[in-house]
């Protein structure tokens, strides 16, 4: 039976396209088992939504969720802090008194890869991509650090300085590691990411627009 050129064509792109899928798949079941047997879990959630309902809850927890991690983290850093992470909290997770001293376990470069890719792939529909444009404007900085005071418990760059508190996470090199859309939703629907928490809620405070903007402030920082 001959086989035209586009037919050859047809089978080669299929097997390609199988092949590739076959190793996506095989990637993520690694990642997953890596990250099963290093225990990640016991201080990561990776189901969701969030079912914390006091701050006992919240308290019980040792370090972030993870189950939108894919929405709200960038690959390319993910993969680099994995391997080799830095500290973002300077408090202790959960604490606004306590230093962080404790230092997040390291993995190989291949696992990082492997774990990035499995985490990658939990996403959220809540942070589907809404139009913020991740830009540092004189707008977003005067809301940020002024109008709405985020900078009293977020650092953000002054130049070749850092300005603003300690007991939030550390923002001056947030867009290397946060999607803007993410930040958005963040502050749009914190009960869907964190129903409880010492961070202030913005919804009917801040509108859609500047929340926007605020979201491509934080996300412009690096």
């Known amino acids: 039976m001959n086989v035209s050129k586009a037919g050859r064509l047809t089978v080669l792109l299929g097997l390609t396209a199988f092949v590739v899928g076959v190793s996506w798949n095989l990637s993520y079941a ?20 969030a079912t914390e309902k006091t701050f ?31 500290t973002i909290r300077l408090l202790k ?14 993995l ?10 499995y985490l990658m792939t939990l996403t959220a529909k809540e942070a589907a991509a809404a139009g913020v444009t991740e830009a540092s404007t004189p707008m977003g ?13 977020h650092s953000v760059k002054a130049g070749a300085q850092k300005v603003g508190g300690v007991s939030g996470p550390d923002l001056s090199e947030a ?40 979201a491509g402030f934080v996300a412009a920082q690096k």
């Open 175 to 214: 867009g290397k590691r946060l999607n803007g859309n993410w930040v958005y939703a963040y502050l749009k629907e914190p009960k869907v990411f964190k129903p409880v928490k010492r961070m202030p809620v913005f919804v009917g405070i801040i509108n859609d627009n500047e929340m926007k903007t605020v």
């Open 93 to 106: 997770y959960n604490s606004v008194t306590e230093k962080n001293t404790e230092k997040h376990p390291a």
């Open 56 to 86: 006992d809850d919240q308290l019980k927890k040792k370090g972030p969720e993870l189950w939108y991690s894919g929405s709200k983290f960038k690959k390319e850093w993910l993969v680099e802090w994995l391997e080799k992470p830095t």
């Open 30 to 49: 690694d990642g997953k088992g890596i990250f099963a047997s290093k225990n990640c879990g016991s201080c990561h959630q990776t189901e969701g939504p």
């Open 141 to 153: 900085k005067n809301l940020f650090q002024k109008k709405y005071g985020c900078v009293g418990c």
């Open 108 to 117: 190989s470069k291949s696992e990082a890869g492997e774990v990035a890719g």
